[in-house]
């Protein structure tokens, strides 16, 4: 079975001091939690401190980006083996920021990920569809598309390994969640085509989870979805009261 993942996207918010109270709080209230993996984005800038400050603890750690060159001229990037010795577990590939702000495409996302497996870092990949997309009905076309190509050439060891987020472009910051059946039906779609594409094993140890304006009163009915295997929160992760109420909401009976 999976164990539901809820990851916090903190996107570019808070200091080295904010990030490390944060995680010192936390890590106090979630200690005795589990059938559930938690995880924090922090900005590069903190993640060091935070990874220190979340040591021994059940909170892991991820970047936000990385890129797929080991070292060289590459003036403001950092590669995944900086940020494995940074202490993070995980590296969000392609977030909808990044390809509508940054340029990213499939093509450097399946980079990315590529570049991120062979460090021994569990991707967590993005892909979703734009509001215009969805009310053409291309949702599904457009998930297939960024599942070939964001995908091609891994085994299916390694999607085993994967975090696919599903993260409509419509419901991030904007308060307009996709409702656990619109969520669910993309979800089950997903990992349809994993199965279709690398088999039934890797589908079933793939994580699909889902992002897009997830807060404390929603969370829990999202993850009762049979295909969604946890979440990656944005606005609401950054209070530590409001993300605890999410984590416990997400976790599986043991
Ligand atoms: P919000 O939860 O703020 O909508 O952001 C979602 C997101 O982009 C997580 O990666």
Redesign the pocket.
Known sequence: MRVPLI?A?W?MYKTVAEAVKYVKELRGLVKDLDGVEIVL?PPFTALHAAAEAARNSNVGMAAQDLYWEREGAFTGEVSGQMIREAGAEYV?VG???RRTLFGESDATVNRKLTAALAVGLCPIG?IGETLDQRERKETFDVLDRQIRQGLDGLTSDQIGQLVI?Y?PVW?????R?ATPQQAGEAHSHIRGRLRQWFGQEAAELCHVIY?????PDNARDLMAQADIDG???????LDVRGFLQIVRGARAPV
Do not use: M, P, R
């Open positions: 990851a996207n996107k984005a969000i977030h909808s920021e993005c987020a993260e419901a991030i910051g904007t308060g969640t992002g897009g304006s997830v807060k979440a990656l929160v944005g606005g609401a992760s």
